[in-house]
Nanobody, 120 residues
Framework: QVQLVESGGGLVEPGGSLLLSCAAS????????MAWYRQAPGKQRELVASSTNSGSTKYSDSVKGRFTISRDNAKNTVSLQKSSLKREDATVYYC??????????????WGEGTTVTVSS
């Protein structure tokens, strides 16, 4: 079982920066990809950024050039450095990890979410 714990959410002014972090713990065989999603009220959860074990990254068009995802494979952590924040970036952000449990079955694990508020 994998537990994902997010941290770093909070209040930031428009144009400001914020760092979100997520750490995976528990027992598992391997984690292959980690990602950040966000979900606004009444909307579907959307991918913000993802990172694989090989270092491949992917960003949504709305955050390209403003957000940077970083991964520490050895520590099973992932961070999201957010800059030039806009009001529309304010929502709940979720950490996601895809990998194999000890029995080698594939799973998708989710954190509980951390709230980002962008306001002056």
């Amino acid at each position: 079982q994998v537990q994902l714990v997010e941290s770093g959410g909070g209040l930031v002014e428009p144009g400001g920066s914020l760092l979100l972090s997520c750490a995976a713990s528990g027992t598992f065989f391997s984690i292959y990809a980690m990602a950040w999603y966000r979900q606004a009220p009444g909307k579907q959860r959307e991918l913000v950024a993802s990172s694989t074990n090989s270092g491949s990254t992917k960003y949504s068009d709305s955050v390209k050039g403003r957000f940077t995802i970083s991964r520490d494979n050895a520590k099973n952590t992932v961070s999201l450095q957010k800059s030039s924040l806009k009001r529309e970036d304010a929502t709940v952000y979720y950490c996601d990890a895809g990998g194999q449990a000890e029995d080698r079955t594939y799973h998708d694990y989710w954190g509980e979410g951390t709230t980002v508020t962008v306001s002056s």
